[in-house]
């Protein structure tokens, strides 16, 4: 006889909004169920997305196992982030044409740069934590963006 081995069961939190329709979110690798205040069966939505849910878990395990081979950089100053970010820039700009009214630096809750209309560039202090070809990449993505549109 074959024994089926059944998945694990779904560890979720649920947290009823004032929203109009239900929704599944990854918060630091734990699921979160944002429903309707009117909501009543939950199980229904687990149900109906359980591959996605199953395939979100696995990315999740992957990326944290993946992040055990590789280390932050806790070394970098502020003003060693400053220097290299103003170089990146100096060659992106030779590059590629790009344009830049001025740089600044902060630290931000939610994004790693922006570029503003007016082409003032902000980056996040805690860049500095990262290697150079992620800072790198972030710098590009906020020039190439801006730029693409003007």
Known sequence: MEEKSEKPKIKYQVDYRNVKYPRLEFKTGNLLLILPKDYKDETRILEKHKEW???????????????????????????????????????????????????????????????????????????????QKLIQYIIFHELSIRNHRV
Do not use: C, V
């Open 53 to 131: 849910i199953h395939k979100k878990e696995q990315t999740i395990k992957k990326a944290l196992e993946e992040a055990k081979e590789r280390s932050l950089n806790l070394t970098r100053t502020d003003k060693e982030l400053k220097t290299m970010t103003h170089s990146i820039i100096k060659r992106y700009q030779e590059e590629y044409n790009f344009k830049i009214n001025k740089i600044f630096f902060r630290r931000m809750k939610t994004k790693w740069a922006s570029l503003s209309s007016k082409g003032n560039l902000t980056i996040n202090t805690l860049l500095k934590y990262l290697p």
